[in-house]
Protein backbone atom coordinates (compact mmCIF):
# COMPACT_ATOMS: atom_id res chain seq x y z
CA UNK A 1 0.00 0.00 0.00
CA UNK A 2 1.25 3.27 -0.62
CA UNK A 3 2.50 5.19 1.88
CA UNK A 4 -0.18 7.03 4.05
CA UNK A 5 -0.03 10.52 4.44
CA UNK A 6 -2.79 13.00 6.33
CA UNK A 7 -3.26 15.58 2.83
CA UNK A 8 -4.12 12.20 0.92
CA UNK A 9 -7.10 11.88 3.62
CA UNK A 10 -8.44 15.22 3.40
CA UNK A 11 -11.04 16.96 1.67
CA UNK A 12 -10.37 20.59 0.84
CA UNK A 13 -12.29 23.46 0.38
CA UNK A 14 -11.71 26.21 -1.52
CA UNK A 15 -12.47 29.80 -0.45
CA UNK A 16 -12.63 33.35 -2.81
CA UNK A 17 -12.76 35.61 -0.26
CA UNK A 18 -13.79 38.30 -2.13
CA UNK A 19 -17.01 36.53 -2.77
CA UNK A 20 -17.65 34.35 0.33
CA UNK A 21 -18.99 36.77 3.12
CA UNK A 22 -18.93 40.49 4.10
CA UNK A 23 -18.75 41.24 7.77
CA UNK A 24 -18.37 45.21 7.26
CA UNK A 25 -20.90 45.85 4.64
CA UNK A 26 -19.03 47.39 2.23
CA UNK A 27 -19.90 44.85 -0.88
CA UNK A 28 -16.64 42.77 -0.59
CA UNK A 29 -16.25 39.68 1.29
CA UNK A 30 -13.67 39.71 4.09
CA UNK A 31 -11.54 37.49 6.51
CA UNK A 32 -13.76 37.91 9.79
CA UNK A 33 -16.91 37.12 6.96
CA UNK A 34 -14.95 33.60 7.04
CA UNK A 35 -14.68 33.62 10.43
CA UNK A 36 -18.53 33.26 10.83
CA UNK A 37 -18.82 31.10 8.76
CA UNK A 38 -16.27 28.50 9.90
CA UNK A 39 -18.87 26.31 11.52
CA UNK A 40 -21.03 25.98 8.40
CA UNK A 41 -17.69 24.57 6.99
CA UNK A 42 -17.45 22.05 9.71
CA UNK A 43 -20.77 20.69 9.78
CA UNK A 44 -20.03 20.15 6.08
CA UNK A 45 -16.51 17.64 7.11
CA UNK A 46 -14.01 19.30 4.96
CA UNK A 47 -10.78 18.82 6.40
CA UNK A 48 -8.33 22.03 5.09
CA UNK A 49 -9.44 25.71 3.54
CA UNK A 50 -7.74 26.70 1.06
CA UNK A 51 -7.82 30.60 0.91
CA UNK A 52 -7.25 32.30 -2.16
CA UNK A 53 -4.86 35.38 -2.24
CA UNK A 54 -5.84 37.82 0.83
CA UNK A 55 -2.55 39.76 0.42
CA UNK A 56 -2.20 44.00 -0.48
CA UNK A 57 -3.21 43.63 -3.87
CA UNK A 58 -4.11 46.86 -6.09
CA UNK A 59 -6.80 44.37 -7.36
CA UNK A 60 -6.28 44.43 -11.08
CA UNK A 61 -6.72 40.19 -11.27
CA UNK A 62 -8.73 40.07 -7.54
CA UNK A 63 -5.53 39.52 -5.55
CA UNK A 64 -3.08 37.54 -7.88
CA UNK A 65 -1.65 40.61 -8.36
CA UNK A 66 0.18 41.18 -5.18
CA UNK A 67 2.72 44.26 -3.86
CA UNK A 68 3.04 42.97 -0.50
CA UNK A 69 3.58 39.08 0.16
CA UNK A 70 3.36 39.62 4.35
CA UNK A 71 0.18 42.16 4.60
CA UNK A 72 -3.09 41.68 4.29
CA UNK A 73 -5.56 43.24 1.74
CA UNK A 74 -7.29 46.47 4.03
CA UNK A 75 -10.51 45.27 2.17
CA UNK A 76 -10.20 41.98 3.73
CA UNK A 77 -9.41 42.90 7.09
CA UNK A 78 -6.12 42.93 9.54
CA UNK A 79 -3.01 40.52 10.50
CA UNK A 80 -4.61 40.16 13.07
CA UNK A 81 -8.13 39.39 11.92
CA UNK A 82 -5.81 36.78 9.89
CA UNK A 83 -4.24 35.59 12.93
CA UNK A 84 -7.69 34.96 14.45
CA UNK A 85 -8.83 33.46 11.68
CA UNK A 86 -6.31 30.82 12.05
CA UNK A 87 -6.69 30.13 15.57
CA UNK A 88 -10.23 29.70 15.10
CA UNK A 89 -9.13 26.74 11.93
CA UNK A 90 -7.26 25.11 13.81
CA UNK A 91 -9.90 25.33 17.24
CA UNK A 92 -11.96 23.24 14.61
CA UNK A 93 -9.71 20.92 13.48
CA UNK A 94 -9.75 22.47 9.65
CA UNK A 95 -6.13 23.31 8.36
CA UNK A 96 -5.33 26.38 5.92
CA UNK A 97 -3.53 26.33 2.98
CA UNK A 98 -2.60 29.77 1.35
CA UNK A 99 -1.98 30.85 -2.29
CA UNK A 100 1.09 31.49 -3.35
CA UNK A 101 1.85 33.77 -6.24
CA UNK A 102 5.38 33.96 -7.24
CA UNK A 103 5.18 33.25 -10.99
CA UNK A 104 4.67 37.15 -11.12
CA UNK A 105 4.13 39.90 -8.02
CA UNK A 106 2.11 43.14 -8.88
CA UNK A 107 3.49 45.93 -10.49
CA UNK A 108 2.69 48.21 -7.14
CA UNK A 109 5.05 45.95 -5.16
CA UNK A 110 8.61 47.79 -3.82
CA UNK A 111 10.65 45.07 -6.45
CA UNK A 112 9.19 46.47 -8.95
CA UNK A 113 8.95 49.86 -8.17
CA UNK A 114 12.61 49.83 -7.67
CA UNK A 115 13.37 47.59 -10.83
CA UNK A 116 11.82 50.01 -13.34
CA UNK A 117 13.73 52.75 -11.89
CA UNK A 118 16.70 52.49 -13.92
CA UNK A 119 19.05 49.14 -15.47
CA UNK A 120 21.51 49.80 -12.68
CA UNK A 121 18.56 49.30 -9.69
CA UNK A 122 19.22 46.52 -7.51
CA UNK A 123 16.02 44.86 -8.36
CA UNK A 124 16.07 45.21 -11.99
CA UNK A 125 17.41 41.90 -12.16
CA UNK A 126 14.38 40.52 -10.31
CA UNK A 127 12.01 41.05 -13.23
CA UNK A 128 12.42 39.94 -17.03
CA UNK A 129 13.74 42.87 -18.72
CA UNK A 130 14.66 43.34 -23.02
CA UNK A 131 15.22 45.61 -25.45
CA UNK A 132 12.72 45.60 -28.31
CA UNK A 133 13.09 43.65 -31.84
CA UNK A 134 13.19 46.14 -34.93
CA UNK A 135 11.01 48.62 -33.10
CA UNK A 136 8.51 46.24 -31.69
CA UNK A 137 8.17 43.16 -28.54
CA UNK A 138 10.84 41.19 -27.73
CA UNK A 139 9.32 38.43 -28.78
CA UNK A 140 5.57 37.34 -30.20
CA UNK A 141 4.06 35.95 -27.18
CA UNK A 142 0.53 36.35 -25.99
CA UNK A 143 -0.55 37.36 -22.70
CA UNK A 144 -3.34 35.04 -21.23
CA UNK A 145 -5.13 38.20 -20.55
CA UNK A 146 -4.68 39.11 -24.24
CA UNK A 147 -2.47 41.02 -26.33
CA UNK A 148 1.38 40.70 -25.87
CA UNK A 149 3.13 39.79 -22.93
CA UNK A 150 4.99 42.26 -23.10
CA UNK A 151 4.71 46.28 -21.98
CA UNK A 152 6.91 49.03 -23.15
CA UNK A 153 8.42 51.34 -19.83
CA UNK A 154 9.48 54.80 -20.78
CA UNK A 155 11.85 55.09 -17.85
CA UNK A 156 14.56 53.05 -19.32
CA UNK A 157 13.39 52.10 -22.96
CA UNK A 158 12.63 48.48 -22.32
CA UNK A 159 9.71 46.09 -22.29
CA UNK A 160 8.99 43.90 -19.36
CA UNK A 161 7.49 40.04 -19.70
CA UNK A 162 4.01 39.85 -17.87
CA UNK A 163 2.24 36.21 -19.00
CA UNK A 164 -1.11 37.64 -17.54
CA UNK A 165 -1.98 41.48 -17.31
CA UNK A 166 0.20 44.12 -17.76
CA UNK A 167 0.15 45.15 -14.01
CA UNK A 168 1.47 41.12 -12.99
CA UNK A 169 4.91 41.66 -14.38
CA UNK A 170 6.94 38.40 -14.08
CA UNK A 171 9.70 37.01 -11.57
CA UNK A 172 12.91 36.65 -13.18
CA UNK A 173 13.62 33.02 -11.46
CA UNK A 174 16.95 32.85 -12.41
CA UNK A 175 18.34 35.55 -10.19
CA UNK A 176 19.23 33.55 -6.70
CA UNK A 177 18.69 36.27 -4.91
CA UNK A 178 14.98 36.70 -6.17
CA UNK A 179 14.61 32.68 -5.06
CA UNK A 180 16.10 33.53 -1.28
CA UNK A 181 13.54 35.76 -0.95
CA UNK A 182 10.46 33.97 -1.51
CA UNK A 183 11.88 31.36 0.14
CA UNK A 184 12.35 33.67 3.64
CA UNK A 185 8.83 35.10 2.76
CA UNK A 186 7.10 31.27 2.29
CA UNK A 187 9.13 30.53 5.83
CA UNK A 188 7.80 33.39 7.92
CA UNK A 189 4.23 32.47 6.08
CA UNK A 190 4.94 28.63 7.92
CA UNK A 191 6.20 29.49 10.97
CA UNK A 192 2.98 31.31 11.54
CA UNK A 193 1.76 28.23 11.64
CA UNK A 194 -0.01 27.75 8.47
CA UNK A 195 -0.52 24.12 7.04
CA UNK A 196 0.81 23.95 2.79
CA UNK A 197 0.35 26.18 -0.02
CA UNK A 198 -1.47 25.86 -3.41
CA UNK A 199 1.03 27.27 -5.96
CA UNK A 200 -0.09 29.67 -8.78
CA UNK A 201 0.90 28.73 -12.48
CA UNK A 202 4.18 26.93 -10.98
CA UNK A 203 5.33 24.92 -13.50
CA UNK A 204 5.77 28.80 -15.68
CA UNK A 205 8.41 29.92 -13.59
CA UNK A 206 11.37 29.08 -15.06
CA UNK A 207 11.57 30.11 -19.28
CA UNK A 208 13.60 29.24 -22.09
CA UNK A 209 17.03 30.93 -22.47
CA UNK A 210 16.96 33.67 -24.97
CA UNK A 211 12.94 33.82 -24.49
CA UNK A 212 12.67 32.66 -27.97
CA UNK A 213 9.34 33.34 -30.93
CA UNK A 214 6.95 30.91 -31.25
CA UNK A 215 6.06 29.07 -34.50
CA UNK A 216 3.45 31.78 -35.85
CA UNK A 217 -0.12 31.31 -35.83
CA UNK A 218 -1.66 32.11 -39.33
CA UNK A 219 -4.58 34.83 -38.62
CA UNK A 220 -3.16 35.86 -35.22
CA UNK A 221 -0.55 38.47 -34.25
CA UNK A 222 0.66 36.45 -31.19
CA UNK A 223 1.33 33.10 -29.72
CA UNK A 224 1.26 31.20 -26.98
CA UNK A 225 5.00 30.33 -26.63
CA UNK A 226 3.83 28.27 -23.60
CA UNK A 227 6.20 25.37 -25.28
CA UNK A 228 8.84 27.94 -23.92
CA UNK A 229 7.84 28.27 -20.38
CA UNK A 230 5.36 25.50 -18.93
CA UNK A 231 7.45 22.66 -17.62
CA UNK A 232 10.66 25.19 -19.09
CA UNK A 233 14.41 23.74 -18.31
CA UNK A 234 14.60 24.42 -14.85
CA UNK A 235 11.63 23.86 -13.40
CA UNK A 236 12.62 20.96 -11.33
CA UNK A 237 15.48 21.68 -9.86
CA UNK A 238 13.64 25.20 -8.69
CA UNK A 239 11.13 23.26 -6.92
CA UNK A 240 13.98 20.80 -5.93
CA UNK A 241 15.58 23.58 -4.27
CA UNK A 242 12.31 25.30 -2.79
CA UNK A 243 11.67 22.19 -1.41
CA UNK A 244 15.43 21.55 0.29
CA UNK A 245 15.04 25.06 1.57
CA UNK A 246 11.72 25.19 2.64
CA UNK A 247 9.06 22.55 2.26
CA UNK A 248 10.46 19.74 3.62
CA UNK A 249 10.86 21.35 7.23
CA UNK A 250 7.27 20.93 7.32
CA UNK A 251 4.15 18.78 7.46
CA UNK A 252 2.26 20.56 4.95
CA UNK A 253 0.15 20.09 1.92
CA UNK A 254 1.67 21.72 -1.10
CA UNK A 255 -0.22 21.79 -4.70
CA UNK A 256 1.45 23.31 -7.80
CA UNK A 257 -1.19 24.65 -10.09
CA UNK A 258 0.05 23.42 -13.63
CA UNK A 259 -1.43 24.03 -16.20
CA UNK A 260 0.02 21.77 -19.95
CA UNK A 261 0.64 19.00 -18.04
CA UNK A 262 0.64 15.46 -19.03
CA UNK A 263 0.27 12.48 -16.52
CA UNK A 264 4.08 11.52 -16.48
CA UNK A 265 4.91 15.58 -16.54
CA UNK A 266 2.63 15.05 -13.12
CA UNK A 267 4.59 12.01 -11.99
CA UNK A 268 7.88 14.31 -12.02
CA UNK A 269 6.23 17.21 -9.72
CA UNK A 270 4.95 14.66 -7.58
CA UNK A 271 6.70 11.32 -6.90
CA UNK A 272 7.70 11.08 -3.56
CA UNK A 273 11.49 10.82 -4.03
CA UNK A 274 11.55 13.56 -6.24
CA UNK A 275 11.10 15.88 -3.33
CA UNK A 276 9.31 18.32 -5.01
CA UNK A 277 5.09 18.80 -4.16
CA UNK A 278 2.74 16.87 -2.97
CA UNK A 279 0.56 16.98 -5.85
CA UNK A 280 -0.77 19.05 -8.85
CA UNK A 281 -4.16 20.55 -10.85
CA UNK A 282 -3.87 19.67 -13.93
CA UNK A 283 -6.43 21.54 -16.42
CA UNK A 284 -7.04 18.16 -19.34
CA UNK A 285 -10.44 17.26 -18.04
CA UNK A 286 -11.47 21.10 -18.07
CA UNK A 287 -10.14 21.61 -21.39
CA UNK A 288 -11.91 18.82 -23.36
CA UNK A 289 -15.38 21.19 -23.81
CA UNK A 290 -13.08 24.10 -25.65
CA UNK A 291 -12.59 24.39 -29.09
CA UNK A 292 -9.71 26.49 -30.86
CA UNK A 293 -9.66 29.84 -30.01
CA UNK A 294 -9.92 31.59 -26.64
CA UNK A 295 -12.92 30.28 -25.03
CA UNK A 296 -14.77 28.35 -27.88
CA UNK A 297 -16.85 25.93 -26.93
CA UNK A 298 -18.11 22.65 -27.97
CA UNK A 299 -20.06 20.09 -25.65
CA UNK A 300 -18.26 17.58 -24.02
CA UNK A 301 -18.03 13.65 -25.41
CA UNK A 302 -18.63 11.82 -22.51
CA UNK A 303 -15.74 9.11 -23.71
CA UNK A 304 -13.17 12.30 -23.87
CA UNK A 305 -14.12 12.32 -20.28
CA UNK A 306 -13.79 8.86 -19.27
CA UNK A 307 -10.36 8.44 -21.08
CA UNK A 308 -9.25 11.90 -19.92
CA UNK A 309 -9.86 11.22 -16.05
CA UNK A 310 -9.17 7.47 -16.57
CA UNK A 311 -5.33 8.29 -17.69
CA UNK A 312 -4.96 10.35 -14.62
CA UNK A 313 -6.18 7.85 -12.06
CA UNK A 314 -3.84 5.05 -13.73
CA UNK A 315 -0.97 7.43 -14.88
CA UNK A 316 0.01 8.36 -11.18
CA UNK A 317 -0.90 5.13 -9.64
CA UNK A 318 1.88 4.40 -6.90
CA UNK A 319 4.09 6.76 -8.45
CA UNK A 320 2.13 10.40 -7.82
CA UNK A 321 -0.91 11.73 -6.67
CA UNK A 322 -3.97 13.43 -7.73
CA UNK A 323 -5.99 16.12 -7.14
CA UNK A 324 -9.79 15.81 -7.65
CA UNK A 325 -11.60 19.08 -8.82
CA UNK A 326 -14.46 20.36 -10.88
CA UNK A 327 -14.49 24.06 -10.22
CA UNK A 328 -12.47 26.67 -8.87
CA UNK A 329 -12.52 30.53 -8.95
CA UNK A 330 -11.08 30.08 -12.88
CA UNK A 331 -13.64 27.79 -14.07
CA UNK A 332 -17.60 27.80 -14.70
CA UNK A 333 -19.74 26.03 -12.39
CA UNK A 334 -20.06 22.50 -12.52
CA UNK A 335 -23.83 21.70 -12.72
CA UNK A 336 -23.79 23.96 -15.80
CA UNK A 337 -21.07 22.27 -17.08
CA UNK A 338 -21.65 18.94 -17.42
CA UNK A 339 -24.48 18.59 -15.47
CA UNK A 340 -28.15 19.94 -15.90
CA UNK A 341 -28.66 23.24 -14.24
CA UNK A 342 -32.36 22.99 -14.84
CA UNK A 343 -34.62 20.14 -14.05
CA UNK A 344 -31.78 17.95 -12.74
CA UNK A 345 -29.72 20.50 -10.49
CA UNK A 346 -29.88 18.51 -7.73
CA UNK A 347 -29.88 15.05 -9.07
CA UNK A 348 -26.65 15.74 -11.58
CA UNK A 349 -24.87 18.07 -9.07
CA UNK A 350 -24.75 14.80 -6.74
CA UNK A 351 -24.13 12.73 -9.46
CA UNK A 352 -20.98 14.90 -10.14
CA UNK A 353 -19.93 14.93 -7.00
CA UNK A 354 -19.96 10.98 -6.91
CA UNK A 355 -17.93 10.42 -9.85
CA UNK A 356 -15.49 12.90 -8.27
CA UNK A 357 -15.46 11.74 -4.88
CA UNK A 358 -15.12 8.07 -5.11
CA UNK A 359 -11.67 8.30 -7.40
CA UNK A 360 -8.32 8.30 -6.11
CA UNK A 361 -6.78 11.74 -4.88
CA UNK A 362 -7.15 14.68 -2.90
CA UNK A 363 -11.02 15.94 -3.35
CA UNK A 364 -11.30 19.69 -3.67
CA UNK A 365 -14.89 21.30 -3.35
CA UNK A 366 -15.16 24.75 -4.33
CA UNK A 367 -17.22 27.60 -2.49
CA UNK A 368 -21.09 27.14 -3.57
CA UNK A 369 -20.27 23.65 -5.22
CA UNK A 370 -21.37 21.90 -2.30
CA UNK A 371 -25.17 23.51 -2.67
CA UNK A 372 -25.52 23.35 -6.37
CA UNK A 373 -24.81 26.87 -7.60
CA UNK A 374 -24.77 27.44 -11.26
CA UNK A 375 -23.58 29.87 -13.98
CA UNK A 376 -24.92 33.44 -14.29
CA UNK A 377 -25.81 35.40 -17.31
CA UNK A 378 -25.97 38.91 -17.19
CA UNK A 379 -27.04 40.62 -20.39
CA UNK A 380 -24.10 43.65 -20.18
CA UNK A 381 -20.38 43.30 -20.26
CA UNK A 382 -20.75 46.53 -18.21
CA UNK A 383 -21.54 43.52 -15.10
CA UNK A 384 -18.65 41.99 -15.54
CA UNK A 385 -15.42 42.73 -13.00
CA UNK A 386 -12.86 39.97 -14.49
CA UNK A 387 -9.99 40.70 -16.58
CA UNK A 388 -9.51 38.26 -18.26
CA UNK A 389 -13.17 38.29 -19.46
CA UNK A 390 -12.94 42.47 -20.35
CA UNK A 391 -9.87 41.77 -22.27
CA UNK A 392 -11.06 39.02 -24.22
CA UNK A 393 -14.43 41.02 -25.09
CA UNK A 394 -12.78 44.02 -26.24
CA UNK A 395 -10.31 42.02 -28.32
CA UNK A 396 -13.02 40.29 -30.25
CA UNK A 397 -15.35 43.08 -30.51
CA UNK A 398 -12.16 44.45 -32.04
CA UNK A 399 -11.52 41.63 -34.37
CA UNK A 400 -15.23 41.97 -35.36
CA UNK A 401 -16.72 38.99 -33.25
CA UNK A 402 -20.96 39.20 -33.23
CA UNK A 403 -21.86 40.91 -29.64
CA UNK A 404 -23.77 37.80 -28.93
CA UNK A 405 -21.39 35.04 -29.92
CA UNK A 406 -18.78 36.77 -27.31
CA UNK A 407 -21.70 37.08 -24.72
CA UNK A 408 -22.76 33.38 -25.26
CA UNK A 409 -19.06 32.28 -24.70
CA UNK A 410 -19.12 34.51 -21.70
CA UNK A 411 -22.18 32.62 -20.41
CA UNK A 412 -20.34 29.09 -20.53
CA UNK A 413 -16.74 29.37 -20.07
CA UNK A 414 -16.05 33.16 -17.80
CA UNK A 415 -14.63 33.57 -15.38
CA UNK A 416 -16.95 35.83 -13.12
CA UNK A 417 -19.75 32.19 -13.54
CA UNK A 418 -17.80 31.21 -10.07
CA UNK A 419 -17.15 34.64 -8.70
CA UNK A 420 -20.89 36.31 -7.97
CA UNK A 421 -20.99 36.35 -4.06
CA UNK A 422 -21.72 32.77 -1.70
CA UNK A 423 -25.79 32.41 -1.78
CA UNK A 424 -26.03 32.17 2.10
CA UNK A 425 -29.94 32.60 2.37
CA UNK A 426 -32.96 34.45 -0.08
CA UNK A 427 -33.05 37.61 2.24
CA UNK A 428 -31.95 40.75 0.23
CA UNK A 429 -28.24 40.54 -1.49
CA UNK A 430 -28.59 36.74 -0.37
CA UNK A 431 -27.01 37.25 3.16
CA UNK A 432 -23.83 37.83 1.74
CA UNK A 433 -23.70 41.58 2.42
CA UNK A 434 -25.66 44.87 3.92
CA UNK A 435 -24.23 47.02 1.73
CA UNK A 436 -23.77 46.52 -2.22
CA UNK A 437 -22.10 43.63 -3.62
CA UNK A 438 -19.27 44.08 -5.53
CA UNK A 439 -20.62 41.84 -7.96
CA UNK A 440 -23.94 41.49 -8.94
CA UNK A 441 -25.66 38.26 -7.19
CA UNK A 442 -26.63 34.86 -9.53
CA UNK A 443 -30.67 35.90 -9.36
CA UNK A 444 -31.44 32.43 -8.63
CA UNK A 445 -30.17 32.90 -4.83
CA UNK A 446 -33.50 32.93 -3.48
CA UNK A 447 -34.01 29.16 -4.34
CA UNK A 448 -30.95 27.89 -4.21
CA UNK A 449 -28.89 28.88 -0.72
CA UNK A 450 -27.27 27.81 2.09
CA UNK A 451 -30.58 28.23 4.43
CA UNK A 452 -32.57 26.45 2.07
CA UNK A 453 -30.30 23.56 1.60
CA UNK A 454 -29.74 22.86 5.26
CA UNK A 455 -33.09 23.06 6.08
CA UNK A 456 -33.60 20.14 3.21
CA UNK A 457 -32.43 16.55 4.10
CA UNK A 458 -32.52 15.75 0.30
CA UNK A 459 -29.84 18.85 -0.42
CA UNK A 460 -26.64 18.73 -2.52
CA UNK A 461 -24.94 20.20 0.81
CA UNK A 462 -26.02 17.27 2.78
CA UNK A 463 -25.00 14.12 0.16
CA UNK A 464 -21.83 15.96 -0.24
CA UNK A 465 -21.43 15.92 3.52
CA UNK A 466 -22.20 12.72 2.82
CA UNK A 467 -19.48 11.68 0.35
CA UNK A 468 -17.13 13.12 2.44
CA UNK A 469 -17.92 11.23 5.48
CA UNK A 470 -18.17 8.01 3.22
CA UNK A 471 -14.31 8.65 1.95
CA UNK A 472 -13.25 9.03 5.50
CA UNK A 473 -14.97 5.70 6.56
CA UNK A 474 -13.55 3.76 3.93
CA UNK A 475 -9.91 2.94 2.87
CA UNK A 476 -10.38 1.59 -0.59
CA UNK A 477 -11.91 5.03 -1.62
CA UNK A 478 -8.33 6.91 -0.60
CA UNK A 479 -6.12 4.12 -1.76
CA UNK A 480 -7.83 1.78 -3.64
CA UNK A 481 -6.65 0.99 -7.18
CA UNK A 482 -8.84 2.35 -10.14
CA UNK A 483 -10.33 0.34 -13.09
CA UNK A 484 -12.79 2.14 -15.53
CA UNK A 485 -15.64 -0.23 -16.41
CA UNK A 486 -17.49 -0.71 -19.90
CA UNK A 487 -15.75 2.04 -21.30
CA UNK A 488 -17.46 2.00 -24.18
CA UNK A 489 -21.30 2.23 -22.68
CA UNK A 490 -22.32 5.98 -24.08
CA UNK A 491 -24.23 7.02 -21.29
CA UNK A 492 -22.58 5.82 -18.20
CA UNK A 493 -19.27 6.63 -16.48
CA UNK A 494 -18.78 3.74 -14.35
CA UNK A 495 -15.38 2.09 -12.58
CA UNK A 496 -13.96 0.01 -9.82
CA UNK A 497 -11.80 0.34 -6.95
CA UNK A 498 -10.26 -2.36 -5.52
CA UNK A 499 -8.28 -2.88 -1.92
CA UNK A 500 -7.49 -5.48 -0.02
CA UNK A 501 -10.67 -7.69 -0.46
CA UNK A 502 -13.02 -5.02 -0.57
CA UNK A 503 -14.43 -3.83 -4.40
CA UNK A 504 -16.15 -0.99 -4.92
CA UNK A 505 -18.60 -0.28 -8.15
CA UNK A 506 -19.22 2.97 -9.00
CA UNK A 507 -22.05 4.21 -12.19
CA UNK A 508 -23.00 7.57 -12.81
CA UNK A 509 -25.12 8.30 -15.48
CA UNK A 510 -24.32 11.53 -17.33
CA UNK A 511 -27.26 12.06 -19.28
CA UNK A 512 -30.78 13.09 -19.01
CA UNK A 513 -32.92 9.63 -19.52
CA UNK A 514 -32.98 6.19 -18.10
CA UNK A 515 -30.37 3.42 -18.95
CA UNK A 516 -28.91 0.21 -18.56
CA UNK A 517 -25.18 -1.33 -17.60
CA UNK A 518 -24.19 -4.95 -16.75
CA UNK A 519 -22.33 -4.73 -13.42
CA UNK A 520 -19.07 -6.81 -12.39
CA UNK A 521 -20.87 -10.43 -11.10
CA UNK A 522 -19.75 -9.87 -7.92
CA UNK A 523 -21.85 -6.54 -7.08
CA UNK A 524 -25.15 -9.43 -8.07
CA UNK A 525 -24.65 -10.98 -4.61
CA UNK A 526 -26.68 -10.46 -1.74
CA UNK A 527 -23.06 -9.26 -0.37
CA UNK A 528 -23.16 -5.81 -1.84
CA UNK A 529 -23.63 -2.77 0.27
CA UNK A 530 -24.46 0.56 -0.91
CA UNK A 531 -22.37 2.75 0.16
CA UNK A 532 -24.11 5.94 -1.37
CA UNK A 533 -26.60 6.61 -4.25
CA UNK A 534 -28.57 9.49 -5.04
CA UNK A 535 -31.87 8.08 -5.52
CA UNK A 536 -32.81 4.81 -3.19
CA UNK A 537 -35.07 3.10 -5.30
CA UNK A 538 -32.84 -0.20 -6.68
CA UNK A 539 -33.86 -1.56 -10.34
CA UNK A 540 -31.03 -3.96 -9.96
CA UNK A 541 -32.02 -7.77 -12.31
CA UNK A 542 -29.51 -10.10 -12.13
CA UNK A 543 -26.35 -7.79 -13.38
CA UNK A 544 -28.36 -5.47 -15.52
CA UNK A 545 -28.88 -2.23 -13.75
CA UNK A 546 -30.79 0.13 -14.60
CA UNK A 547 -29.84 4.27 -14.02
CA UNK A 548 -32.91 6.98 -14.10
CA UNK A 549 -31.44 10.21 -15.42
CA UNK A 550 -28.44 11.37 -13.75
CA UNK A 551 -28.57 8.53 -11.10
CA UNK A 552 -25.61 7.63 -9.33
CA UNK A 553 -24.77 4.09 -7.52
CA UNK A 554 -21.55 3.53 -5.37
CA UNK A 555 -21.84 -0.31 -4.29
CA UNK A 556 -19.23 -2.07 -2.02
CA UNK A 557 -18.64 -5.60 -1.79
C1 LIG B 1 -4.14 31.30 -11.98
C2 LIG B 1 -5.17 31.82 -11.06
O1 LIG B 1 -5.98 30.77 -10.62
C3 LIG B 1 -5.92 32.90 -11.81
O2 LIG B 1 -7.07 33.31 -11.12
C4 LIG B 1 -4.98 34.03 -12.07
O3 LIG B 1 -5.62 35.00 -12.87
C5 LIG B 1 -3.72 33.57 -12.77
N1 LIG B 1 -3.19 32.33 -12.26
C6 LIG B 1 -2.64 34.60 -12.63
O4 LIG B 1 -2.20 34.68 -11.30
Avoid at 279 to 297: A, C, I, R, Y
Avoid at 509 to 518: P, V
Wanted: with cysteine.
Amino acid sequence: MEKRYWWKESVVYQIYPRSFMDSNGDGIGDLNGIISKLDYLQELGIDVVWLSPVYESPNDDNGYDISNYQAIMDEFGTMEDWERLLEEMHNRGIKLIMDLVVNHSSDEHAWFVESRKSKENKYRDYYIWRDGKDGKEPNNWSSFFSGSAWQFDEATEQYFLHLFSKKQPDLNWENPQLRKEVYDMMTWWLEKGIDGFRMDVINMISKEKGLPDAPSVPGEQYSSGHEFFMNGPRIHEFLQEMNKEVLSKYDILTVGETPGVSPEDAVLYTAEDRNEVNTLFQFEHMDLDSGNGKWDVKPLQLADLKWSLSRWQKGLENQGWNSLYWNNHDQPRIVSRFGNDKEYRNKSAKMLGTLLHMMKGTPYIYQGEEIGMTNVKFSDISAYKDIETINMYNEKLEAGVDKDVIMNSIYIKGRDNARTPMQWDDSEHSGFTTGTPWININPNYTEINVKQALEDKDSVFYYYKKLIHTRKSNDIIIYGSYDIWQEDHSQVFAYTRSFKEQTLFVACNFYGDTTTITIPDIFANEQRQILITNDDEEQLNGTKLTLKPYEAKVYLV
